[in-house]
T-cell receptor, first 114, second 111 residues
Framework: NAGVMQNPRHLVRRRGQEARLRCSPM?????VYWYRQLPEEGLKFMVY????????ESGMPKERFSAEFPKEGPSILRIQQVVRGDSAAYFC????????????FGQGTRLTVV | RKEVEQDPGPFNVPEGATVAFNCTYS??????FFWYRQDCRKEPKLLMS???SGNEDGRFTAQLNRASQYISLLIRDSKLSDSATYLC????????????FGTGTRLLVSP
């Protein structure tokens, strides 16, 4: 049973380009969370999704950021027109349906905007 | 007030010491609690869930105080390998299941 898979592990983008980060949850998990971690800072919640639904996007910046979790395929976090301040580690976590279940994290994608 | 608050530390302790971290949360509707561990530049990993009656896993003991809205983690007989950042995590089960992380407490165990 593979864990949460994120790719790419490292992503370098020039300012103004688009970044697409992918997350495949653990088998049997239908809940996905995205978090951002700036250097020397804690994890900041961005968005919580279930299959085909955005449940809570209260942590997402209003512009340039979007997320989806289609019926088939991985969850995608998309950042348009990246800026230097978007450089961070982006972690995805997944959990099973139902309350009280722990979440498991992928290894993260480290985005560097140059 | 932050949703989940932790003392960032660092806590510097010698090997063999006992160290305790506290974490407070603001949402009384919080239902599930966890401690995660994060090593430098790695993903957070679940250390243990926290149950109402308190629970122990080897050298680690977690406690929950719902009345005061805090949870704690006690590490006995600290090892060098315990050096990491410990993240307090609260899950809101009010329809959503949003996981809210504290900013973490850094532990440094020295020889």
């Amino acid at each position: 049973n593979a864990g949460v898979m994120q790719n790419p592990r490292h992503l370098v983008r020039r300012r103004g380009q688009e970044a697409r980060l992918r997350c495949s949850p653990m088998k049997g998990h239908s809940h996905v969370y995205w978090y951002r971690q700036l250097p020397e800072e804690g994890l900041k919640f961005m968005v919580y999704l279930q299959k085909e639904n955005i449940i809570d996007e209260s942590g997402m910046p209003k512009e340039r950021f979007s997320a989806e979790f289609p019926k088939e395929g991985p969850s995608i976090l998309r950042i348009q027109q990246v800026v230097r301040g978007d450089s961070a580690a982006y972690f995805c976590a997944s959990s099973q349906q139902g309350g009280g279940t722990e979440a498991f994290f992928g290894q993260g994608t480290r985005l560097t905007v140059v | 007030r932050k949703e989940v608050e932790q003392d960032p530390g660092p806590f510097n302790v010698p090997e063999g010491a006992t160290v305790a971290f506290n974490c407070t949360y603001s949402n009384s509707a919080s239902q599930s609690f966890f401690w995660y561990r994060q090593d430098c530049r790695k993903e957070p990993k679940l250390l243990m869930s926290v149950y109402s009656s308190g629970n122990e896993d080897g050298r680690f003991t977690a406690q929950l105080n719902r009345a005061s809205q805090y949870i704690s983690l006690l590490i006995r007989d600290s090892k060098l390998s315990d050096s990491a950042t410990y993240l307090c995590v609260v899950k809101w089960d009010t329809g959503f299941q949003k996981l809210v992380f504290g900013t973490g407490t850094r532990l440094l165990v020295s020889p």
